[in-house]
């Protein structure tokens, strides 16, 4: 059996939806603190320029909108926002965080961060240990009151680290939702039913598989734990080690993923899949065109019209989106998440000015008008409301319209506007997600907690490394060259990257936590 079962992975990154209430937190951070500032006192504020590291590439009219942000806040600053390319930002940051490479004195006021996934060492947690991130406990609910009371108290629990606060994070909610975007003319030309199973997913992949000669048939995204756990009855602790429990099991008894039943049906399929050549590399590099994605879309609805997954000679392309386990209440995610898909802001340990990051942030999030500039740009010049919502202004040259930066940390779901006859993944109908995230999503018996991996670094990092080798098993589109009777070794290379030990100490913490 090859070790090796992974050609590459890709990030599926969709965001959307919601919180609410208050929470008291206890705590004290006073060092390398800025002079006491007051939020009834900005005219008396002293200049200073805020610095933001962030991932992305610098947007059209930059310069101009924050000028009218500047002048607008009434703060008295200067914003300065160092753009990172996403595939080079999580890179940048932990060689500047994790290896000190860069002293902390001349890096930026406040920064994008997440928990760890398989692409990144630049973990909030660690961060926090290491002391550097700024411990904001004292500061987030004076000086950002409008985004402290949107968390709810489970909220603001399931962001802490050690019992203190670390991170802002964006004002939406998600969910573990399956998703597929399928061809629409092929589902029709060959009279195929709804999606609503993996069965009827695999259905799909053959008859494209064997009836068109020049569509390659599927293609997965971000395979982890997540994507499939919820299918089964499970709720995911911890999708980047891979770590759940059944959602009826009043013990909560942790286990990995691999270890699960369901896990080897889940495996089961991919495997047939790759070995069938409904995933194949070799036509998706040669320019043929998709015919479906499997991914972790948070906020599609079912039945949306999907245009942006084309490969290839894509004009013809019209998706349509299908929710697996549709009728299956979907569990919510923690407000932070990866860098990539749902980050929060952080601030710089050494920054003087970790209060004006905050009453920064507080102002963004204190009205409508005042999101919309920042967000989107200048009405008029960088878009335009019909309907209250967006509608594309022409840029001149090849340049990224401003309200296409990576913003997402900034997200809020009351403010989020929609754009005006978009036809792609994350443009939701917010009063159908509202709907979807109060009616359809559930939060996890564990809100609230998350693993202090503080004393297994080495272990995590290794089982991480593991699971992308062994059971990131979709995303290999094609590489796979397994049976279903090797997974017992797959499952036993995990076991031998301290996974039992790995287990057993979140499950002293989750049992620990739960008596309080």
């Known amino acids: 059996m090859r070790k090796t079962l992974i050609k590459k992975i890709s990030l599926s990154i969709l965001a959307a939806a919601v919180g609410f209430s208050v929470f008291g937190c206890n705590g004290s951070s006073k060092d390398n603190t800025g002079p006491d500032v007051s939020l009834n006192s900005n005219t008396d504020l002293p200049p200073v320029t805020l610095t933001f590291f962030v991932p992305g590439n610098k947007p059209a009219n930059y310069e101009n909108v924050l000028q009218q942000v500047e002048k607008k806040s009434n703060l008295n600053i200067k914003l300065n926002f160092t753009y990172s390319s996403s595939n080079n930002y999580e890179y940048t940051l932990s060689q500047v965080m994790t290896y000190s490479q860069v002293d902390l004195d001349s890096f930026s006021d406040a920064f994008y961060v997440g928990r760890a996934d398989f692409y990144t060492t630049a973990d909030i947690s660690y961060l926090a240990a290491a002391g550097k991130l700024k411990d904001i406990t004292d500061l987030f609910q004076r000086y950002a009151p409008n985004i402290y009371k949107k968390l709810s108290d489970k909220e603001l629990k399931s962001i ?43 259905l799909y992949l053959k008859t494209v598989k064997e009836n068109e000669k020049n569509v390659l048939p599927g293609e997965i995204f971000y395979p982890s734990a997540s994507m499939f756990a919820g299918l089964y009855g499970y709720v995911v602790l911890d999708d980047n080690q891979g770590l759940v429990y059944k959602k009826d099991d009043p013990k909560m008894t942790v286990k990995a993923w691999e270890q699960t039943p369901e896990f080897k049906q889940v495996a089961g399929y991919l495997i047939r899949w790759c070995k069938n050549g409904y995933i194949d590399d070799i036509n998706y590099s040669q320019g043929g065109k998709l015919g479906s994605v499997l991914t972790k879309n948070d906020g599609i609805k079912e039945g949306t019209r999907i245009i942006q997954y084309g490969r290839g000679n894509s004009d013809d392309f019209t998706f349509y989106n299908y929710v697996i386990g549709k009728d299956m209440p979907k569990q919510r995610m923690n407000p932070i998440g990866g860098v990539q898909d749902n980050p929060a802001i952080a601030i710089n340990p050494k920054s003087k000015n970790a209060e004006r990051v905050l009453m920064f942030l507080n102002w963004v999030q204190s009205s409508q008008e005042n999101y919309d500039l920042f967000m989107y740009g200048i009405e008029g010049t960088d878009y335009k409301l019909e309907d209250n919502q967006l509608v594309s202004v022409q840029n001149n040259g090849n340049t990224i319209p401003y309200r296409y930066w990576s913003s997402y940390a900034f997200f809020n779901f009351d403010f989020y506007r929609t754009e005006k006859n978009a036809n792609w993944p994350n443009n939701i109908d917010k009063k159908e997600y509202k709907d979807f995230i109060d009616t359809k999503t559930f939060s996890a018996p564990h809100e609230g907690f998350s693993p202090d991996y503080a004393n297994l670094q080495n272990e995590t990092k290794q089982r991480g490394d593991a699971l992308l080798q062994n059971i990131m098993l979709a995303q290999v589109r094609g590489a796979v060259t397994i049976d279903e009777s090797d997974l017992d070794d797959v499952i036993q290379a995990l076991n031998n990257s301290d996974t039992e030990k790995i287990v057993n100490e979140v499950q002293k913490q989750l049992d620990n936590y739960m008596k309080k």
């Open 160 to 202: 802490q680290i050690g019992g203190k606060l670390y991170a802002v994070p964006s004002l939406f909610t998600k969910a573990y939702t399956l998703n597929v975007a399928v061809k629409e003319d092929l589902m029709k030309k060959y009279n195929l039913p709804a999606i609503n199973s993996l069965d009827d997913y695999e």
